[in-house]
């Protein structure tokens, strides 16, 4: 878990971590300076269990992402399975023995990932609905272009966190859990989707990433995508999985090398490389705008 400034939802979310049937867990969190009550409860927290499952440690100050990197490269932090968390969500009680079941079931060393949809909760914690549920087959050729479940739904097994450590926790990406999702897939790890709403995920103004179902969201996301972001985001991800080339599958690298020429080339031949890079995004409308952004040299 990585906290900042967290005290106003901090507590729900600890205590959906208490209630999860599956109990044998241990708490990470890495603070990053914050200035209210998120280290009393966070204390507080620790003192109600007669064990020392609770960890915290002082994060390194340069934003979200990096607080969770910095979670990642701690050797001393060793789990069969480990969960993203954030600080303002509520877990479903099921979470992590739903989660642990499904990776479970993996080929043992084969790096493993699972996420999930969401329900979606105002600040109260009054229900708005569930996030898009997908129906395609993740995948490397995804992850390219799509982060298809948000962080802090995702759990990894032993294997996959040892892989991020191994391709370094000072790499450059857009995000820790896009990045995740990248370089599990395509070093031949296999990506589980659970359309079960594990999460209770709440959208309020100091979110640093909501879910885009409205249509005032999706268009920002759209605007997003044609002012650059989505293209920077891309770089960072292409370069630093060309960092990692050792590590990806020799089909990864095919599709990475046709994705990136995709990028590059001229107009006509953006659309041909596109295709024999086999890159899809989960929906008919997110597939659509990919294409849109590759006749406009935006990704």
């Given at each position: 878990m990585c906290t900042y400034n967290?005290?106003?939802?901090?507590?729900?979310?600890?205590?959906?971590?208490?209630?999860?049937?599956?109990?044998?867990?241990?708490?990470?969190?890495?603070?990053?300076?914050?200035?209210?009550?998120?280290?009393a409860i966070l204390r507080a927290f620790a003192a109600s269990f007669d064990d020392n499952r609770v960890q915290v440690y002082e994060g390194p100050r340069q934003g979200f992402s990096r607080n969770f990197f910095s979670l990642i490269a701690r050797a001393e932090i060793q789990a069969d399975?480990?969960?993203?968390?954030?600080?303002?969500?509520?877990?479903?009680?099921?979470?992590?023995?739903?989660?642990?079941?499904?990776?479970?079931?993996?080929?043992?060393?084969?790096?493993?990932?699972?996420?999930?949809?969401?329900?979606?909760?105002?600040?109260?914690?009054?229900?708005?609905?569930?996030?898009?549920?997908?129906h395609k087959k993740p995948g490397?050729?995804?992850?390219?272009?799509?982060?298809?479940?948000t962080g802090n739904t995702m759990v990894l097994n032993h294997a996959a966190v040892d892989l991020m450590r191994r391709a370094g926790t000072d790499v450059e990406v857009s995000a820790h859990d896009w990045w995740a999702y990248l370089l599990i897939t395509g070093n031949g790890g296999t990506m589980i989707y659970d359309p079960y709403p594990t999460i209770r995920y709440r959208q309020h103004g100091s979110n640093l990433y909501g879910e885009n179902i409205s249509l005032r969201a999706k268009w920002a996301r759209v605007s997003k995508l044609?002012?650059?972001?989505?293209?920077?985001?891309?770089?960072?991800?292409v370069a630093a999985l060309r960092k990692c080339a050792h590590m990806l599958t020799q089909q990864s690298l095919h599709r990475l090398d046709m994705f990136d020429r995709a990028r590059r080339a001229s107009l006509l031949s953006r659309p041909v490389y596109l295709l024999r890079s086999g890159v899809y995004r989960q929906t008919w409308d997110g597939q659509l705008a990919l294409i849109i952004a590759t006749f406009a040299k935006r990704i």
């Amino acid at each position: 878990m990585c906290t900042y400034n967290g005290e106003k939802y901090l507590s729900q979310q600890l205590e959906s971590m208490r209630a999860q049937t599956h109990s044998n867990w241990t708490l990470h969190v890495s603070d990053d300076g914050s200035k209210d009550g998120s280290l009393a409860i966070l204390r507080a927290f620790a003192a109600s269990f007669d064990d020392n499952r609770v960890q915290v440690y002082e994060g390194p100050r340069q934003g979200f992402s990096r607080n969770f990197f910095s979670l990642i490269a701690r050797a001393e932090i060793q789990a069969d399975c480990y969960a993203f968390c954030d600080q303002d969500d509520e877990w479903d009680t099921g979470k992590l023995a739903r989660a642990t079941q499904a990776l479970g079931g993996l080929q043992a060393g084969l790096p493993g990932l699972y996420g999930t949809s969401s329900e979606l909760i105002r600040a109260s914690g009054d229900r708005i609905g569930r996030s898009r549920i997908f129906h395609k087959k993740p995948g490397f050729a995804n992850a390219l272009v799509q982060n298809m479940t948000t962080g802090n739904t995702m759990v990894l097994n032993h294997a996959a966190v040892d892989l991020m450590r191994r391709a370094g926790t000072d790499v450059e990406v857009s995000a820790h859990d896009w990045w995740a999702y990248l370089l599990i897939t395509g070093n031949g790890g296999t990506m589980i989707y659970d359309p079960y709403p594990t999460i209770r995920y709440r959208q309020h103004g100091s979110n640093l990433y909501g879910e885009n179902i409205s249509l005032r969201a999706k268009w920002a996301r759209v605007s997003k995508l044609f002012k650059g972001d989505f293209k920077t985001w891309n770089a960072l991800n292409v370069a630093a999985l060309r960092k990692c080339a050792h590590m990806l599958t020799q089909q990864s690298l095919h599709r990475l090398d046709m994705f990136d020429r995709a990028r590059r080339a001229s107009l006509l031949s953006r659309p041909v490389y596109l295709l024999r890079s086999g890159v899809y995004r989960q929906t008919w409308d997110g597939q659509l705008a990919l294409i849109i952004a590759t006749f406009a040299k935006r990704i």
